[in-house]
């Protein structure tokens, strides 16, 4: 199974930092916050990576090479401008073949198991299973539309009464999810969620353990904080 790490953002919050490095090799816990997931996927039997980059993408590359020194490899998706994620996603299908795949942003700071989203992704036919998402409850802080968990285990959008959940930006897609996205125009992904719910395409859990958006220095600051305490 493949994994595509997305690490193509700007990180306009995070400035100064982010003037001169991506957001994705900030470190916390004394690695690249990129790193934990690669790790993560590896220990997990993931070991065929694509990462995406548009902000001083080359450095990204430079930093972690071919993958071999973390057991994995990994091909890259260079963006001549940021495709935001659905649009980055469809320009790296040819990398991702033609089975279920995982994707993960590459600022969170996470304890979610890589095992159970692979699971999931197996499950996925194509048809009436398009992507299955991880939720958790609600930050404290903006994290977008609000999504909720139906007994069916299928995500649909927030109604009153519904309880709200935030996208952790961990996800598995079947490849036929993105086949009407095109390739090389900028797309955000959320549009083409909302569509495929609205189908009852999309299944999801929620994450009870760590997640952490780490979109700002301060969250950075925290984030260095867990990870630093984390066994390597």
């Given at each position: 199974m493949r994994a595509m790490i997305l690490a193509a953002g700007r990180g306009e919050r995070m400035r100064p930092l982010t003037d001169h490095a991506p957001k994705p090799l900030l470190p916390a816990g004394g690695k690249p916050l990129i790193q934990w997931h690669i790790e993560r996927l590896a220990r997990a039997g993931v070991a065929e990576l694509?990462?995406?980059?548009?902000?001083?993408?080359?450095?990204?590359?430079d930093a972690l090479g071919d993958g071999s020194r973390f057991g994995v490899s990994i091909a890259y998706s260079p963006e001549g401008?940021?495709?935001?994620?659905?649009?980055?996603?469809?320009?790296?299908?040819?990398?991702?073949g033609d089975a279920p795949f995982l994707v993960l942003n590459g600022d969170v700071l996470t304890d979610f198991p890589a095992e159970r989203l692979a699971a999931a992704a197996a499950?996925?036919?194509?048809?009436?299973?398009?992507?299955?998402l991880v939720?958790?409850?609600?930050?404290?802080?903006?994290?977008?539309?609000d999504l909720t968990l139906r007994a069916d285990g299928r995500v649909?959008?927030?109604?009153?009464?519904?309880?709200?959940?935030?996208?952790?930006g961990l996800a598995a897609y079947h490849p036929a999810f993105f086949r009407d996205v095109p390739a090389g125009e900028p797309s955000p992904l959320l549009p083409w969620l909302l569509a495929a719910m609205a189908r009852g395409q999309v299944t999801g859990e929620v994450q009870r353990g760590?997640?952490?958006d780490v979109?700002?220095?301060?969250?950075?600051?925290?984030?260095?904080?867990?990870a630093g305490g984390w066994t390597p």
């Open positions: 694509v990462i995406n980059h548009a902000w001083l993408g080359q450095r990204i590359e401008r940021a495709l935001e994620t659905a649009g980055g996603i469809a320009a790296a299908l040819p990398l991702l499950r996925l036919n194509g048809e009436s299973a398009l992507a299955h939720l958790t409850p609600k930050a404290g802080y903006p994290t977008g539309r649909a959008a927030c109604e009153a009464g519904d309880t709200p959940f935030t996208f952790c760590l997640w952490l979109g700002t220095p301060e969250r950075l600051a925290e984030a260095d904080r867990i």
